[in-house]
């Protein structure tokens, strides 16, 4: 499986996006792959200390289906996105990095950051890291 990668450019906020990102991660680092994340916009803001503490956010076209959606994961046990992807780092070649011109814009130091998230890098550093591999966006 050398040489497999994925990356994902993390846009969105919303839990609905988020389990996604999590779950890919956890199961691409288990399966061998090199895992990029790179939180940008509304995803760096679910990184961001703050952001995490914070009552999870579901996109409105599926907002009816949020309360039924965390109850069910609450209830099946399942862990949150970013407790798989700390489990996904633990277990692969897992980074996770910030964009650095949307910390800029919304004025974020590293330090507010969660503690998973391994550097602030800009697009071309996280494309060359990308190169070669899967690039989604969610």
Known sequence: MAGKKLSIIVFSGTIDKLMPVGILASGAAASGYEVNLFFTFWGLNAISKQGMQAPPQIDKNYEQMGPMMIKKMMDMKFPMWHQMVKE???????????????????????????????????????????????????
């Open 88 to 138: 996904a780092k633990e277990v692969g070649e897992v980074k996770v990095y910030a964009c650095s011109t949307t910390m800029e814009f919304f004025g974020l130091k590293k330090e507010n950051l969660a503690d998973f998230v391994d550097d602030v890098v800009g697009v071309a550093t996280f494309l060359d890291r990308a190169e070669g591999g899967t690039t989604l966006f969610i």
